[in-house]
């Protein structure tokens, strides 16, 4: 019997393409920085579905770029950890911010929002990729941080 073997494979290319000069990029020191920055770059979807983002950040907290990980519904949104790290591993990421909005307008986290949080941030740590940070932002303005609140193990 004659199998005939296949030895052609898909390439895979990474690129991350950097458009802005490190002295040019913004830096996170606070939540506030950080919702300032997402707010001025989400989608005019705001009010409208769910999104999930990611911020990518080098050693000195400057924001490399920025990803949308997901988009969903008026109710909720899936985010897959593999496509939140296949983003930041592609980027040379130090760390991660990580973003989504409520279109209702409630700031406050659900249950799934923080055992996501949570499953996220326990993943970072194995990757040495911390999650420094994930906020709720509201179409009426304002934002909710899991790391002023104290719910991010850094």
Same mark, same amino acid.
Request: aromatic share 22%; no cysteine.
């Given at each position: 019997m004659?199998?005939?073997?296949? !030895?052609?494979?898909?390439?895979? #290319?990474?690129?991350? +393409?950097? #458009?802005v000069s490190v002295k040019d990029r913004s830096q996170v020191s606070s939540s506030l920085d950080a919702y300032q920055i997402l707010l001025a770059n989400w989608t005019e979807q705001l009010g409208f579905i769910e999104e !999930?983002?990611?911020l990518l950040l080098d050693r000195s907290n400057r924001v490399m770029g920025y990803y949308k990980v997901s988009q969903g519904s008026m109710a909720g949104t899936i985010v897959d950890p593999k496509v939140v790290f296949a983003a930041a591993l592609k980027a040379r990421t130090s760390a991660i911010i990580l973003a989504h909005n409520h279109p209702s307008g409630n700031l406050y986290p659900s249950q799934a929002d923080?055992?996501?949080? +949570?499953?996220?941030s326990k993943a970072g740590k194995l990757l040495e990729l911390p999650i420094l940070d994930h906020l709720i932002l509201s179409p009426d303005g304002g934002y909710y941080s899991f790391a002023d609140e104290g719910l991010i193990d850094s």
């Open positions: 004659y199998y005939k073997i296949d !030895f052609e494979v898909a390439e895979i #290319k990474l690129i991350y +393409q950097n #458009k !999930f983002y990611i923080k055992a996501l949080t +949570q499953k996220l």
